[in-house]
Structure formats: C-alpha cells, structure tokens
C-alpha cells in the first residue's frame, strides 16, 4: 500500500488527537490508581478488624482453657473426696454389721441358743451318715 492512499483522519470531527488520547488513559489509569487505593484501605481495614477479632478469641479460648483446667482438678478433687467418703462409709458399715453380728450372737447365747447352729441347718449331721 502507498502512502498516497492512506486517508489522513486528523482532521475528522470525533476524531481524538494523539494527546488527546494520553490524557484520556491518564484519566482512566489515575482512576483506576484511585480505585485500588481504596480498596487496599477497606482491606487493611478489615484485615486489621480480623487481626483484633483474632487476639479477642485467642484471649477467650486462653481463659476457657484455664478455666477448664481449675474445673479438672476441681473434679479430680471432688472424686478423691467422694472416694474416701466411701471408703470410710464402707469401713463403718463393716464395723457396724461386725457389731451387729456380734450383738446377736451374745443375744442368742444367753438365751440359750447357740450361736451359729440356724445359720448352717442345711448341713448334714455327721453323727447321721
């Protein structure tokens, strides 16, 4: 193609000049730079919400797991005392039927029974066989 044949559009109404055409992506970049700034400011924004909301949490999650630790030991105590407290209701309720046992059979020996000899009726008398 010659150059003689190209058209010359400068000229032409509507037609933007080559500077007009830089300002114009200027405009559009320098927008564009003014959108990005702002969005990097609501993300720090939030991110720096997140980085709080995230200390507040691990300051929670910190005390929850002292006190769950107090309560663990709180319980481990509780069942040691529930322990001995049976332990000794049990001692005592030995040591009572022991008693009681004992009562009885003093009971029966001096009402002329001898003690023992009901408990074991199912036995065979050996004088029999």
């Known amino acids: 193609m010659f150059p003689y044949e190209i058209e010359d559009t400068d000229d032409w109404l509507g037609t933007p000049t080559p500077l007009e055409t830089c300002r114009h992506q200027l ?54 005392h529930a322990n001995d407290i049976e332990i000794k209701a049990n001692g005592e309720l030995m040591a009572n039927g022991k008693h009681i046992s004992e009562l009885t059979a003093q009971i029966r020996a001096l009402k002329g029974h001898t003690p023992f000899a009901e408990t074991f009726h199912h036995q065979r008398n050996s004088s029999d066989t």
Not at 33 to 57: D, S, Y
Not at 65 to 77: G, S
Request: proline residues 0%.
């Open 27 to 80: 405009r559009m970049y320098e927008n564009e730079f003014e959108e990005l700034n702002l969005q990097l400011r609501e993300a720090r924004g939030k991110i720096f919400k997140l980085v709080e909301m995230h200390a507040e949490a691990s300051h929670e999650r910190d005390t929850l797991r002292a006190q769950l630790i107090a309560a663990k030991a709180e319980a481990d105590n509780a069942r040691r």
